[in-house]
């Protein structure tokens, strides 16, 4: 008996105290906790395909952005000075910045996107059947997920912003 009213006592008190998180990512493929199936993509260039197997023992930062969302937009800005002071010579984490024909964008306005705004992070491009996007089940974007080194997802930011994930708390 006093180890169901403990345990009752410590579920209220975490769900209580606990982080509030945004009730979108129910919707998702991938929840917190979970093994994500491995992936693949290409960049927008197709001259190189990468995988989340291959990415072993690193964090994957995978983000779904486009060139016309007001969000991605601000929120690429701001990456890209991040990235360029913080993250692009670090080897332990990868970062998969995912355009694809969402709507209106195709390769060439992504380029122009990347040229006009000089963006230094590589981008990667889903297929025309937007197997990623499907894969992940995304309903808004941006939309970014971090994946540990194994492989399982550790956060996960529906619109509001990748600095909303911890690991860029920091």
Same mark, same amino acid.
């Given at each position: ?22 009730? #979108?990512?129910?919707?998702? *493929?991938?929840?917190? =906790?979970? #093994? ?9 260039? =197709? ?9 072993? =023992? ?7 952005? *486009? *060139? ?21 010579? #670090? ?8 355009? =694809?024909?969402? #709507? ?22 889903? %297929? ?8 992940? %089940?995304?309903? &808004?974007?941006? *939309? ?6 194994? %492989?399982?997802?550790?956060?996960? &930011? ?13």
């Amino acid at each position: 008996m006093l180890f169901k009213i403990f345990m009752m006592i410590f579920f209220t008190f975490s769900f209580s105290f606990g982080e509030e998180r945004d009730p #979108r990512e129910q919707k998702l *493929t991938y929840l917190l =906790g979970e #093994r994500v199936d491995n992936f693949e993509v290409k960049t927008l260039d =197709g001259d190189k395909t990468i995988t989340l197997e291959e990415l072993k =023992g690193k964090k994957v930062f995978l983000n779904f952005t *486009t *060139t016309w969302c007001p969000d991605c937009i601000e929120e690429k800005l701001v990456f890209n000075k991040e990235y360029e002071e913080r993250y692009k010579d #670090r080897d332990d984490i990868v970062f998969i910045i995912v355009f =694809g024909p969402y #709507r209106s964008d195709n390769k060439e306005k992504v380029k122009e996107y990347m040229k006009k705004n000089s963006f230094s992070f590589q981008p990667y491009y889903d %297929g025309q059947e937007m197997e990623l996007y499907k894969q992940f %089940g995304i309903i &808004n974007i941006p *939309t970014t997920f971090l994946i540990n080194e194994e %492989g399982v997802l550790e956060d996960v &930011n529906v619109e509001s912003g990748y600095k909303n994930i911890k690991f860029f708390k920091k």
